[in-house]
DNA sequence: ATTATTTCTAAACGTTCGTTTAGTTATTTG
DNA sequence: CAAATAACTAAACGAACGTTTAGAAATAAT
C-alpha cells in the first residue's frame, strides 16, 4: 500500500450528480466534472472507468437520493391517496434548490431516447417498471376493476408521472401542483 | 449571374427537419445532415448560415407541416371536443412512418432547457402561447367558469399536452390515446 | 470564345470532446 | 532511511465537432 485517496467517492459522486441533474448528460463535460468534484480527471477515470461509469454510479446515487420517497410509497397503507401523495413528494424534490432540475431519470430517459444505450435504457426500464407495479399495487386496494382497467389506469398514472416530470423543467411549482390535481379527478 | 444551384432549399430542409425529427439537434451532425440533403457542408453554410440557422429553417419547416392540423383546430366549430380531437391528430402525425419521433417541438423545448439560446427559446414560447390562446378560446364556448379556472383547465391540458408528446418517444400509440381518454374525462 | 460570377468538391481549420500517459509527490512497509 | 507502491498533476492524445477556405467546375453575359 501506499498513498492514500485525498477524496472520498461517494461524495464526489454526488457533486457529479448534482452536475449531471442540473445539466444532463452530453452537456457535461468531463472539464465541468473536475472543477464541481474537485478532483482530477486522473482520480475520476481511476475511480469510475470513464464518464458512462461515472454517470451510472449517478444515478445510483440519485436512486438512493429519492429511495425515502419511495419506502415512504411503498409502505403507504392507502391506495390513490398514497399515489397522489408519492407525486406531491416527487415534485417536491423536483423543485428543491429553488433551482428546476425536473427528475433526473425522467431527463435522462428522454434524453437517451436518441440514443442506443442498453446499460442507461436497462436502468430505466426496470426503474419504470417497478413503478408501474407499485401503482398496480396501490390501484388493487381501493378498486374492484377488472386487471385490464387497473392497468390501463396504472399506464395513465405512469405517463402523467413522466409528462409532469418533463414539464417540471418549464412550469412553475404550482402549475404542477395544479395538474396533479387534475390528473386524480379522473381516477 | 452564373451557375445555378443543384438543389432546391425547400427540399434539402425538409430532409435536414426529418433527421433532426429523428436524433434531435446535438446528436445530429453535419456529417449526417451532408449525407441526408444529399449537398455539400459549403452548401449548406451558404444557404443557412450555420448549424442553428439551419436548424431554425427546420422548426419553420416543422410548423409548416403541421399547420393543417393548427388550421382545423382553430377554425373547428365546438369546444372540447375539438381540443381533444386536436390531441388525436397530434399523436398521429407523431407516429407518422411508424418510426417513433414525437413531437419535434417538445422534443426542441426538452433538448434546449438544459441550454441558452434565445433564439430557439423564443420559438418555443411564441409556440406554446399560440396553443395556449386557442385552448382558452375553445374552453370559454363549452364553459361558463370563472376566467382562473379556464385558465387552469387550459394549464392542464398545455401540460397534457406536453406531458404526452414528450411520452410519445417511449409509448405505444394505444397507451397515448388511452391517456388522452383519460385527460378528457373531467374536462 | 472569353471573361466574370457563382456553386461545387474536398481538404483543412481551430476547438472541444473523452481518454491516456509520463512524470512527480506522498505514504506505507521492510 | 530506503524501496515500493499508489495517487497526484499536467500535458498530450486521437477523434469528432462545427466552420472556413482554396481551387475546380459550370453557367451567364460580353
Redesign the pocket.
Known sequence: ???????IETEVVEKAMQLFWRNG??????????KEMG?????????F??????FLECLKCYKEKISNIFEKFKNAPNGIEDIKQFFYDSVSSNFNDDYIKGCLITNTYNEFSNKEDKAIKEQMNAFMNNLKLIIIDKLKKDSTKSEAAILEQANYLLLAKHGLAAAARVNSKKEIEDYIEMTFKNI
Not at 1 to 7: C, G, L, Q, T
Not at 39 to 47: C, E, G
Not at 49 to 54: A, D, R, S, T
Open positions: 500500500m501506499a498513498r492514500k485517496k485525498e477524496y448528460y452530453e452537456t457535461t463535460s468531463m472539464q465541468m466534472l473536475e478532483i482530477n480527471k486522473f482520480s475520476i477515470y481511476s475511480s472507468g470513464n464518464k458512462n461509469g461515472l
